[in-house]
Structure formats: structure tokens, C-alpha cells
């Protein structure tokens, strides 16, 4: 595996791959994080010191990318999860006022625009997520896999972001 040049044995690789499974207990995330690593330990391969075996080295580059990825994880569900809460709260309110209807119109006005926009996929995920369909119900119905799902709906929130802000300006 090691040496000056680093070349990952197809052993190593499902080893890894199967060390972020059992971490995540998600395939596409295994995957993904499994890659992640692989390529940081290519990357960081000169401070490799030698100290131990270099699968050892591996093996922890690959722990520690797969903790991040969870800790990453959290950190974004917490987020939203409060962001969400909020957002719920304020419109279901009943008493609410003409001019807060009227906002919320123009704001949903503006939402329309910007998907408008988007390519089909991605502006029906949008509309999916908003109503609560999982990543995996929006995979089957477009007929896609779970991390096509996300790379899109991530695509697809950062260009209607964009457009929400050039539309409101």
C-alpha cells in the first residue's frame, strides 16, 4: 500500500468501505465518506510517519471522516430541525393579520418564481421535500438513487437561494 507513491488494494477499499458502513448504517453515506477518506489519506500520505501499519493509519483516517460525517450531520439536523419549528409556528398561526396574509403571499409568490427556474428534478424535489416526503420516496418516484436525491435537492436549494435573493432585491 505505502512507499512514495500510495495504491489502495481492493482488500483496503472494501475494508473501509465496510468500517463507514458500520459507523453510518447508511450505503450511500458509506460510500460517500468511504471515497472521503480514501482520498484524504492520498492526500496526506507524505505524513504518513511510519509508526504503524499503514492499514492502522488507513483504517483511522477512515474512523475519524466517518465521525465527522455524523457529527456534520447533527449539526445540520439540529439546524434545520429548530429553523423548521419556527418557520411551522408562524404560519400556522389563526390570528393571522391581513398584512402578515399579504407577506406570506408575496413570499409565496417569490418561492413560485424561483422554481420556475430550476429543471424539473430538482424543483420536484423541492416541492416533495416540502411536503414531507423522504429521500427515499423521491428516489423511487423520479426513479434516481437516494445520493442523486440529495446532490440535487442541495443544487437545487443553492440556485433557488440565489434567485430568492436577486427576486426579493
Do not use: N
Not at 463507514?20 to 450505503?27: G, S
Not at 389563526?94 to 427556474?117: F, K
Not at 416540502?130 to 442523486?148: H, N, Q
Amino acid at each position: 500500500m505505502m512507499g512514495t507513491e500510495l495504491r489502495f488494494t481492493a482488500d483496503e477499499r472494501r475494508y473501509v468501505f465496510a468500517l463507514c458502513r458500520r459507523i453510518l448504517r447508511d450505503d450511500d453515506a458509506a460510500d460517500e465518506v468511504a471515497q472521503d477518506a480514501l482520498l484524504r489519506a492520498f492526500r496526506q500520505r507524505a505524513q504518513f510517519r511510519g509508526d504503524a501499519h499503514p492499514r492502522t493509519w488507513l483504517f483511522r483516517i477512515a474512523t475519524t471522516t466517518a465521525f465527522g460525517y455524523l457529527r456534520g450531520q447533527r449539526r445540520y439536523r439540529a439546524r434545520v430541525g429548530r429553523a423548521d419549528d419556527a418557520t411551522m409556528a408562524a404560519v400556522a398561526s389563526d390570528r393571522a393579520d391581513p398584512e402578515t396574509a399579504l407577506g406570506q403571499a408575496e413570499v409565496a409568490a417569490l418561492v413560485q418564481a424561483g422554481l420556475r427556474g430550476l429543471d424539473r428534478q430538482s424543483a420536484a424535489i423541492l416541492i416533495g421535500r416540502a411536503e414531507d416526503r423522504t429521500e427515499p420516496e423521491l428516489a423511487a418516484a423520479l426513479g434516481m438513487s437516494v445520493a442523486a436525491v440529495k446532490a440535487r435537492a442541495h443544487r437545487g436549494r443553492g440556485v433557488l437561494r440565489q434567485r430568492l435573493h436577486a427576486l426579493a432585491a
